[in-house]
């Protein structure tokens, strides 16, 4: 889908290795997110960016980081992933000027071992 | 902190039924309220929202009314189809914050 490209859309990893989860949008928007999906959580915020060269933590953001080096690209790394790790991730954009509304990505389905 | 709480699924329902997803909110000042739909293998999807109290969101035949009184914003159909069949989120965005919170969710089955 145009707006929203997250890469890779499936990883497998063993316990300690480490990787790097790619968004790129191309909506031109300030804000984004990631998120984690995992049953009966809903969805957990991990970072947030409001702007290019800005970042925040959200909920859950222990054993991850995050960079926004442009106004297009927001990248999520596991630095030593863990099982409990293993999740759905999602990019998303705010569609406005800090509304709310969010466009997300397809996902990236990780799984540790 | 702000929270978003939702009826636990599954609901299972029959084609042409009428649909009502309970969800519940505990925020300072006036939160946007939103409602987001994730199908099969898919992201989620803006659903409908509103933004202030009495406020009446509606889209693809859904509505919410944002009750500032009882804190909630329930989602409604009045003939559900089996296209629907999804999983329903309820979401807030605090006044000025940045940060969306989301329910659980809810999946929905419904049979033809």
């Known amino acids: 889908n145009a707006g929203v490209t997250q890469t890779p859309k499936f990883q497998v990893l063993k316990t300690g290795q480490s990787m790097t989860l790619q968004c790129a949008q191309d909506?031109?928007?300030?804000?984004m997110y990631w998120y984690r999906q995992d049953p009966g959580m809903g969805l957990r915020l991990i970072y947030y960016?409001?702007?290019?060269?800005?970042?925040d933590k959200g909920e859950v953001p222990n054993g991850y980081n995050v960079s926004r080096l442009n106004k297009r690209e927001f990248s999520l790394r596991l630095e030593s992933a863990a099982p409990s790790q293993t999740s759905v991730y999602f990019c998303?954009?705010?569609?406005?000027?800090?509304?709310?509304?969010?466009?997300f990505g397809e996902g990236s389905r990780l799984t540790v071992l | 902190g702000d929270s978003v709480t939702q009826m636990e699924g599954p609901v299972t329902l029959s084609e042409e039924a009428f649909l009502t997803i309970n969800c519940t909110y505990t925020?300072?000042?006036?939160?946007?309220l939103f409602w987001y739909v994730q199908y099969p293998g898919e992201g989620l999807q803006l659903l409908l929202k509103?933004?202030?109290?009495?406020d009446k969101g509606s889209n693809k035949g859904f509505e919410a009314t944002y009750r500032k009184e009882t804190t909630s914003f329930h989602l409604e159909k009045g003939s559900v189809q089996v296209s629907d069949s999804a999983v329903y989120f309820c979401?807030?965005?605090?006044?000025?914050?940045?940060?969306?919170?989301f329910g659980a969710g809810t999946r929905l089955f419904v049979k033809a």
């Open positions: 509103a933004t202030k109290a009495d």
């Open positions: 925020a300072t000042g006036y939160p946007s």
């Open positions: 998303a954009v705010d569609l406005g000027d800090n509304t709310g509304e969010l466009f």
């Open positions: 979401a807030l965005r605090g006044t000025g914050g940045f940060k969306t919170i």
């Open positions: 909506m031109n928007h300030n804000s």
């Open positions: 960016s409001a702007s290019e060269g800005t970042t």
